[in-house]
């Protein structure tokens, strides 16, 4: 059965974990993880190269060696007779001085190797990752896991979906996923890939790691679960491999302790046959993870429906062309999706073309994507240049494009004026996004609310209205869920959903929080237009009722 090669956090987690590291935050945007394929068949071909010298090398090692021992044998069959003679006795001497300085030049300076060196530190510097990189991989696959409730049997197994098959994982490779989760002190997931890797040690015929090791991080993460008694097994279990650590032994004197102590408390805890109770290894949250909110957003990622529709037999496809003559001839493919908030997608509004331009253009200057910074020394917007802060709950890439960027960039932004019937002039630019390992970015508004006072210039007034653009299709995940009207849009390339962030009394609608669900397989490309409210007084006018949408 031929393998084909398609993108996958498991096998890119894998291929980060055997290079040496470099640069950072290739974990953001899949088209810099191209790249780094590329990189590997150049490395592949360096390694051949490399490999070919070194051969031609150890053939003369060999070829020394073979000599050594031919001559060995042949003189001590009769050393007496053999070193009686003169030459053969020069000989010996020569052979282990000068002749010797030779061989050890030959074995301790391989000139080959700084060949190689040189041009892998070049490949390096331009491609190979930095520790961020491998870590960020490491934390998406398990917020994957999290986010679609995948078990750690599947993901080890190859099975991360249906669309997407990766190497079996073996036993070091799930110890490194649980020994990240391990320093993060995210004793959840070590427990879980601990013992994943316990199971693929078990089973492997080649063992890729030592069992202790396992134990020894596995028993650590069992404690802090609350296991006392499975703890307590494991540690017996590793002393027997290793009996003289110290530690081990120490913690072992510390759990007879905590079992002896729960035992004078409730007697019957275990029971009469002696099975160790049920294992506890609770998901961990913080006041938001539990809040009804995140609950909702994982729940619709998931498919899962959270909350009943309403007016969907109002809902309907029309042509739409706002009448302006741009759209007139050719009007826009128009699917209403909700009412109040109006929430409209917008099909086969960009051409395959359109969309092969904006990603040229935008992949060489893809940053990482960064959120509002309320200070007055952070442009967040309006110059074409983004802004914000870093943040973990956005993983993505972007770039932003002006409309003097090229005749496409100007004709978009013309067709997207046509079909809102907004003014451009506050607008900010195209900013292209492009979602790496895993990316994401959790629930959120696109206006400021009243507290932020800073994130905006005041010429520009607050964001509007929002036109979201697919660039790309997605195998799974990847989907913009609004968390508060249980409504979940996939990406279809070519599409763009838009939708008012703000109520006609000028006012934030709340309902508008929406989030991108991480990408599961498959990768994400997405545009996004933001319109200001400053001159727009005419084309979206105060309505008569606080609460009136559209």
């Given at each position: 059965m031929k393998y084909q090669w398609c993108y996958n956090p498991v096998t890119v987690l894998?291929?980060?974990?055997?290079?040496?590291?470099?640069?950072?935050?290739?974990?953001?945007?899949?088209?810099?993880?191209?790249?780094?394929?590329?990189?590997?068949?150049?490395?592949?071909?360096?390694?051949?190269?490399?490999?070919?010298?070194?051969?031609?090398?150890?053939?003369?090692?060999?070829?020394?060696?073979?000599?050594?021992e031919n001559h060995s044998i042949e003189a001590l069959q009769d050393t007496e007779k053999h070193l009686s003679n003169p030459v053969n006795a020069f000989l010996l001497m020569?052979?282990?001085?000068?002749?010797?300085?030779?061989?050890?030049?030959?074995?301790?300076?391989?000139?080959?190797?700084?060949?190689?060196?040189?041009?892998?530190?070049?490949?390096e510097s331009e491609s190979f990752p930095e520790i961020?990189?491998?870590?960020?991989?490491?934390?998406?696959?398990?917020?994957l896991q999290d986010t679609y409730d995948i078990p750690t049997t599947k993901i080890a197994g190859g099975n991360l979906s249906k669309v997407a098959l990766s190497p079996e994982m073996t036993a070091e490779q799930c110890f490194e996923l649980g020994r990240y989760a391990y320093?993060?002190?995210?004793?959840?997931?070590?427990?879980?890939?601990?013992?994943e890797s316990l199971v693929q040690y078990e089973n492997e015929p080649v063992k890729t790691i030592s069992k202790h090791l396992i134990l020894d991080h596995m028993a650590f993460a069992t404690t802090m679960q609350g296991n006392v008694h499975h703890a307590y097994s494991l540690t017996n279990e590793f002393l027997t491999l290793t009996p003289n650590h110290q530690r081990a032994l120490s913690n072992k004197k510390y759990y007879e302790k905590m079992i002896n102590e729960e035992n004078e408390k409730n007697p019957r805890r275990r029971g009469d046959d002696g099975d160790l109770p049920a294992i506890k290894n609770e998901r961990p949250t913080d006041s938001y993870k539990s809040s009804e909110e995140f609950i909702n957003y994982e729940q619709l990622c998931r498919g899962v429906t959270t909350v009943k529709q309403k007016y969907l037999s109002k809902l309907k496809c029309y042509y739409a062309h706002n009448n302006h003559p741009l759209l007139l001839i050719q009007p826009m493919k128009a699917?209403?999706?909700?009412?109040?908030?109006?929430?409209?997608?917008?099909?086969?509004?960009?051409?395959?073309?359109?969309?092969?331009?904006?990603?040229?253009?935008?992949?060489?200057?893809?940053?990482r994507s960064g959120?509002?910074?309320?200070?007055?020394?952070?442009?967040?917007?309006?110059?074409?240049?983004?802004?914000?802060?870093?943040?973990?709950?956005?993983?993505?890439?972007?770039?932003w494009l002006t409309s003097e960027e090229n005749e496409i960039t100007e004709s978009v932004n013309h067709r997207v004026a046509a079909l809102t019937g907004l003014n451009l002039e506050t607008?900010?630019?195209?900013?292209?996004v492009n979602y790496g390992i895993g990316g994401h970015y959790e629930p959120h508004y696109d206006f400021a609310r009243k507290e932020e006072k800073t994130a905006f210039r005041d010429e520009l007034g607050n964001r509007i209205a929002t036109m979201l653009f697919y660039m790309s299709d997605v195998e799974t995940g990847g989907a913009t869920v609004f968390v508060n009207l249980g409504l979940r849009i996939f990406p279809r390339k070519g599409t763009a959903v838009f939708w008012y962030n703000l109520l006609k009394s000028g006012e934030g609608d709340y309902t508008t929080r929406h989030a991108a669900c991480p990408v599961l397989t498959g990768t994400k490309w997405v545009m996004n237009k933001w319109f200001h409210e400053r001159g727009q007084e005419f084309k979206r006018p105060c309505g008569i009722n606080e609460n009136e949408y559209k």
């Open positions: 894998i291929l980060l974990s055997f290079l040496h590291i470099a640069r950072s935050e290739i974990f953001t945007a899949l088209v810099h993880m191209e790249k780094l394929l590329r990189a590997e068949r150049t490395v592949a071909n360096d390694i051949r190269a490399f490999v070919t010298k070194e051969r031609q090398r150890l053939d003369k090692l060999t070829s020394i060696a073979d000599d050594y020569k052979r282990f001085t000068t002749d010797w300085y030779k061989v050890k030049e030959l074995i301790e300076q391989n000139s080959t190797s700084q060949d190689i060196t040189a041009q892998l530190e070049k490949t961020e990189d491998l870590n960020g991989a490491a934390a998406a696959l398990l917020r320093l993060q002190k995210d004793w959840y997931h070590t427990l879980m890939w601990m013992q699917e209403d999706v909700h009412f109040k908030p109006w929430l409209v997608i917008y099909h086969d509004i960009l051409s395959d073309e359109e969309i092969k331009n904006f990603k040229t253009t935008a992949s060489p200057r893809l940053q959120v509002f910074k309320l200070d007055k020394d952070n442009d967040n917007t309006g110059n074409g240049k983004g802004g914000g802060q870093v943040a973990a709950f956005r993983t993505s890439q972007g770039a607008a900010e630019d195209l900013q292209v």
